[in-house]
Nanobody, 125 residues
Framework: QVQLVESGGGLVQAGGSLRLSCAAS????????MGWFRQAPGKEREFVAA????????YYTDSMKGRFTISGDKAVNTVALQIDSLKPEDTAVYYC??????????????????WGQGTQVTVSS
């Protein structure tokens, strides 16, 4: 089992920035990829970014490139998501997740094995 705890969410004005953090514990040796997803009310969970646990590779979809930056520090078992130039449409619960499958980049929530409880990000206009 891997336990994940997110932090850093909050209420921010449009144009501002937030840095979300996710702390992993437990069987962290099984982690291959850590990802960030978000889910807005009434919408499906959406992939934001992912990083290999060794920290050497990252992946973003085209829609997430530019304002989102994922980073990791394996030494302290944390991964972060920097969000800049926040927009009201970024309002969502942000989740970190772990994938243990050692193949390719996966964007579906079903591909991830462990999840945190989420942290709310609310962007006011």
């Amino acid at each position: 089992q891997v336990q994940l705890v997110e932090s850093g969410g909050g209420l921010v004005q449009a144009g501002g920035s937030l840095r979300l953090s996710c702390a992993a514990s437990g069987r962290t040796f099984s982690i291959y990829t850590m990802g960030w997803f978000r889910q807005a009310p009434g919408k499906e969970r959406e992939f934001v970014a992912a990083i290999r646990w060794n920290g050497r590779s990252t992946y973003y979809t085209d829609s997430m490139k530019g304002r989102f930056t994922i980073s990791g520090d394996k030494a302290v078992n944390t991964v972060a998501l920097q969000i800049d130039s926040l927009k009201p449409e970024d309002t969502a619960v942000y989740y970190c997740a772990v994938e243990t499958d050692r193949s390719g980049w996966h964007l579906r929530a079903d591909d991830y094995n462990y999840w945190g409880q989420g942290t709310q990000v609310t962007v006011s206009s």
